[in-house]
């Protein structure tokens, strides 16, 4: 069965999008917790780029399938987790990217919505922080998506919260979303 198409982030309220992300029910991999398998031999690349023995997957509904399935451990590493079998994963960075924000309202009020490079949808707030943490190429931007792992921010959508931020009257500058702030400053 194919997945359905990703929806047009753009043409979206932020009350689509919050509908859309609820509905998006995801595997209890955090209750599962079977015996570990080995090396799933898989990577995913500082870009978000997942590949398998070394080849990229060119099908994104598998990767938005493997996706469901990872998980990051108490030790800091990541597997891929069914209720029966736990193989270790490769992530270089962070396992998503935000590849396109959209934002509305101002100041307090101000709302942001992501869309990471598996087509699922974040709402920035507490309970899905943005963090910058200093880096060789500068500030490196992250989004909490969910039990640990996290999205680099892509640098254009990057260029976006910085002009955002610089266009406010806040100091440090920085973004709200949902009633938290985030300042710019890497942590």
């Not at 990872?70 to 590493?77: K, M, S, T, V």
């Not at 009020?109 to 490079?117: G, I, P, T, V, Y």
């Not at 598996?118 to 943490?133: E, K, N, S």
Request: aromatic letters at 8%.
């Amino acid at each position: 069965m194919p997945m359905p198409p990703l929806p047009d982030l753009a043409a979206l309220s932020l009350a689509d999008i919050a509908r859309l992300a609820e509905e998006n029910k995801l595997p209890p991999v955090d209750k599962w917790n079977p015996t570990h398998c080995g090396d799933s031999e898989m990577r995913i690349a500082r870009d978000g780029t997942w590949f398998h023995q070394g080849s990229p997957i060119g099908r994104p509904a598998m990767v938005r399938l493997f996706s469901t399935i990872l998980r990051r451990e108490p030790d800091g590493g990541y597997v891929l987790v069914t209720p029966v079998e736990k193989l270790d994963i490769q992530v270089e960075d962070a396992p998503f990217q935000a590849v396109e924000m959209k934002a509305e309202g101002q100041g307090a009020s101000a709302k942001l919505a992501f869309r990471l490079n598996t087509g699922d949808l974040v709402t920035a707030g507490a309970d899905h922080p943005l963090r910058f943490a200093a880096g060789e190429d500068g500030p490196r931007p992250y989004l909490h998506v969910r039990g640990g792992l996290e999205a680099l921010v892509a640098r254009p959508v990057y260029y976006e919260l910085a002009t955002l931020a610089l266009a406010g009257d806040d100091q440090p500058p920085g973004v709200w979303s949902n009633g938290t702030f985030f300042a710019l400053e890497s942590a």
